[in-house]
Every structure is written in C-alpha cells, then in structure tokens.
C-alpha cells in the first residue's frame, strides 16, 4: 500500500510524512554552508530547523516560507532545496517542487534521496524512464536503500513501457524483492508485491505476500479482503469468508465489495447470511460512493480526497477517514504514489 496504513514504518520524513519516507532526512552539516560569516550559517540553519519542525506539524506554507529564508541566507544549501522540494510536493506544487530537487542534485549530485524524490515526480508527470533512471541512481549510490528498489519496482509496473506485462511484473517483483530483503518490515513491498504475483496468476506466492502483510499489520482490513479473495480463487472458501469477516470486524463500513464477495462465497457454499450480505452491500455502496451500485461509476480518488479535506473542515473526522481510506486504496491500486501519501497524511488527522 495500499489499505490504511501501508507505508512502511522506518521510512517516513517524506511513508507517514514523505519527508521521511526517503530514507531520513540529509544531515546538516556545516561544510555544505559557504557562508559569508559565522552569523549568517546559524540563522540559515535555524531557517532550515525551523521548517522541519513547521513541516512535521503539517504546516508546509510556514515551512516553505522558512526554507526560502534559509536559501536567501545560503543558497549553496542543497538540503534546504530538497526539503523545500518535499514541502511543495505536498501541496500539489509538482513542477516548483520538481525544480527544487534539480537545485538540490546540481549543489550535491551524491543526494541519493533528491534522486527518489525526483523519481517520484517525474513518475507522476508521465516521465516513468526518468524516473527509474533516478531511482537506479540512488540505488548505484545507496546500494541497501530499500525505498529506491521499491519505487522503482513501482514505476517498472507502468504499462506505458516498452515491455511486456509479465517481464514489467517480474522486474518489478525482483526490486520488491530486493526491498524486503534489506527490511523486512517494509509492509508496502509486500503489498505491492503480493498484486504483483497476483497478476502474474502466482496466486500462492499472492496469498503469502499478503499474509506477510497481515503479520507486520494486523488491523489492515484491506490486505484481509485481498486475501479473501485469493483465498476464493484457490477454493479455500472457509479461509476466505474467515478474512472477509476479519475485514468486516476491522472496518466495517468502508469497503461494500467485502459484503458482497463475502454473499457471493456464502451462496456458493449454500450457507446462510447471502441475502443479508447482498443487502448490506446496496446499503452501503451509495453511502461511500454517492450513487447506487447498479451504475458502476468510474471511481476517482481524487473526488474522495476532497471529500475527505471538507468533511474534515466541518469537523466530521469519521465520514472523512473513510473518504480518506477509499482514496488510498484506489490510488494505490492505481500506482499513484504521491496521491496516496497525501491521503495518507490527512488520514492522520482523522484520529
């Protein structure tokens, strides 16, 4: 992931705030500086620490305002740029923050988390060669980032390349593979390694990665509904009706689909409770997308994140934690990294 907590625990500036989910942020240190005296270092780095802490809190205008200060004060700073760079990427400011990381890597073409941030960019607007360009960069000079393998695992699933599905979906297992070896807490590399197999029809391989996902996070209602449907696929169906109810306990009213694969399973089995699911899911499915389930609309991540934002305005944290919830599982099933990290914040505040 995705799924609502998906991103992996060790990695978030950037996971649960993208400042870390590069790795951690760049030191410091003093020989980046070429300041004019000793006075204007310390207030460029004070600029620099106060935007941390302003982005930490979610504040990124504040926090972009304190990073063009310390630019001003030394614009030799290439920490300053990326993490003004990380701080636009947040709010929707692509190319501004795409320009940042530029700055960044001309000051210090060793930034090995610039090159995953710009991979993340350039991804994001289309440039999926670039992109795993950069994250093969960072991997060259940061060969145990397991972030950089997992990015460009992601970017290696771009259909739009001149490959063919199943070689995209086996490189992009290989890198996943390569993630989790260097942590093998990286609950996302499962996740996306698990569709991976899925695709590839690897449905054991698929049900493993997933159960790898459930250990590391128990309460991810949404790795037990994928379960429960590969469970379904191998005609494990009391193993799979077992996860549909643990995604049910879990998150009851966020996901329909769980009620009506769960009916679905039931009547196959000529079990009881098949109606009453199929009951439940007409019941919700308006609910969560605004219309009835016999018109299948296009789902749009986007419209369940501004959804969420103006629930959350008005206070209604739980209706807005399941607008957030279904934005990060579709643009998670969608690849989009950065739409699910800026759901993924927000979903925070819902707590």
Known sequence: MPPTSMLPRHVICLSATLICILGGCPPATIAQFIPQTASTSINAENALQQGLSQAEQGNYEAAIAAYTQALRLNPTRAAAFYQRGVARFYLRQTLPALNDYNQALQRDPNFADAYIARGIVRYELGGTPGAIEDFTQAIR????????????????????????????????????TQAIQLDPSFVDAYSYQGLSHYRLRDLPAAKDDFSQVIQLNPGDDWAYYRRGLIRSELQDYSGAIADYDQAIRLNPDWNPFVYRDRGKTRKYLGLAGAEEDFATFQQIYPLIFGTSASSRPSENPDVYYQQGIELLKRGMKREAKKRFERAVALYQSRGNVSGRTRAMQQLKKTK
Not at 165 to 174: G, H, V
């Open 141 to 176: 000079l940061q060969p145990r980032h397991a972030t950089a393998y997992y990015y460009r695992g992601i970017a290696s699933l771009d259909p739009k390349l001149p490959t063919s599905n199943p070689e995209r979906l086996r490189s992009a297992i290989a890198d996943f």
